[in-house]
């Protein structure tokens, strides 16, 4: 290539828009929450066409998935997955084509073990043997490469002792890695995996998947809505970069009301979780296709950054969670910030501009009611009064950020966590209530293993140099050890001795821009961490 057109193509490719670099979690809607296995081929028509010209789809709304229910069993002598022949008479090939045509994405459902859930606890004997276990490949084909789907959601009842026929245990990682691997060897690298391990799965899954699922079955009930909520509090170290943490298909439009409905649907876009819709589409009421297609609270779930927020405020006298977000751009001066009320009863909220780690005056936009608020000025705080099981969204823009000094060990990364085996048996560390601690949550079981440390990836430091450290450990028993390191530098190692009220300090080098602080011991226990503080 001469030069000059060299030139012309890196002018091009600096004016072009910057790309998004992944994207954002799943929209759509899903038969499952309405239908169950009750589902055929007009019906998923119907709701892709309702999608397509209802105005959801301009809303960003572009997944049509068909979960369970689909299954006609397999051809005995060559093992083909088989359609059921009443529900999907002509198979499903013309559904995905249709859906295709409308200019939106197909997704399907299967099992990581022998057989679906459907035919564990719906009844539906003719998807007995229909999971993807042994049969990897030739699905994995036939499904993407064939068919056409562009998405699948990858249960588990056919791989749990109870739920497969030789009552064996398998191991989940070495399930999904090997279904995840078959659909990359059809050619097919843009099909969006969903693991449903109806908890955390462990960190391995953000290899294989592009979302999972964080808690068992959602059902239209607000304690059901509750209970996932302060369940996904704190996971937001394991979501990011097009991975997402994912708090189950939304009951929004069914049976709960107004005000829950609408907590349900703000808290799961202020959480970056996927917008799956559950219900009928063609018979939407007008406030819920108001709710469902709000953009600004869609725009703070699709935010580019694609971060999940974590609690920087949990008052533990009234019951109640401050969130807080970048947006647009990390440490920048635009963050997403939402007031959680669980109670029965409606709570007063109020936050520190300061600990939104935001300075000079701020504009603020909330995003539920789509309205502006009073600019608050300089060392303001933000405050409502949130009604009973209700929340606040708001998108804040302020004039500076300041640096951030704490980073609560529940935000932190742990490489072992994971939700399914009983932490402590296993060994591996988890988050854990604790009254006395600043959030009232602390880190514990850390160490014995290299693997089972705790990373703060996100530690912003403006100046390049030696910082200050101050490490809060929640209990520090006497044979106790960790190290210290930052970017994998060389780790300080610190006993109780070290330690003044529980608090150890040191000086760590650190770089301009984000650093990860880890906190380690191979061979041996470690304190129990409450927060970290850095000048
Ligand atoms: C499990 C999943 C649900 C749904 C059903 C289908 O329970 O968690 O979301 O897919 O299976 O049988």
Known sequence: MKLNSIATVMLAAALAPAAKAWDGPTMGWSSWNTYYIDINDSLIIRQAE??????????????????????GGRDKTTGK????????????????????????KAGIYSDAGMNTCGCKYNNDTIATGVGLFGHEKEDAEFLFRDLGFDFIKIDYCGASISGNNDFRSYNPKDRYTAIAEAIEATGRNDVKV??????????????????WRVTHDIYSDWKSVRKIILESLYLSAYAGEGHYNDMDMLEVGHSMSEQEDRTHFAMWCMMTSPLLIGCDMTTL???????????????????????????????????????????????????AVAFFNPNDSAVRISVDLAALELGGNARVRDAIYKRDLKAIKDNGILEAEVPARGCMVYRISADRRLPRRLYEAETAFLTSYQE????????????????????????????????????????????PGFHDIRIKCASFPEKARLYVSANDGRGTLLSKKDASDNTLTLRLPLNEGFNAIRLYNDYGPMPEIDYMEVD
């Open 194 to 211: 969903n693991v449903c391990r109806w908890n955390y799965p462990g960190t391995w899954v953000s290899d294989v998947a592009t979302s």
């Open 420 to 463: 399914i085996y009983d932490p402590e048996f296993c060994g591996t560390a988890y988050y854990a209530p604790d009254p006395e601690c600043s959030g009232g949550m602390k880190v514990t079981k850390l160490g014995y293993r290299p693997d089972n440390d705790l990373i703060w990836k996100d530690v912003y430091c403006e100046k």
């Open 81 to 104: 997955l088989l359609i059921h022949p009443k529900r999907f008479p002509r198979g499903l090939r013309p559904v995905v084509d249709k859906i295709h045509s409308l200019g939106l």
């Open 50 to 71: 309702t999608m397509a010209k209802s105005g959801l789809k301009d809303a960003g709304y572009n997944h049509i998935n068909i979960d369970d229910g689909y299954f």
């Open 285 to 335: 009421k007008p406030e819920t296709f108001k709710l469902l297609t709000n953009k600004e609270l869609i725009a703070i779930n699709q935010d580019p950054l694609g971060l999940q927020p974590y609690v920087v405020r949990h008052d533990l006298k009234d019951n109640t969670y401050v969130l807080v977000k970048d947006l647009e751009k990390r440490n920048g001066t635009v963050r």
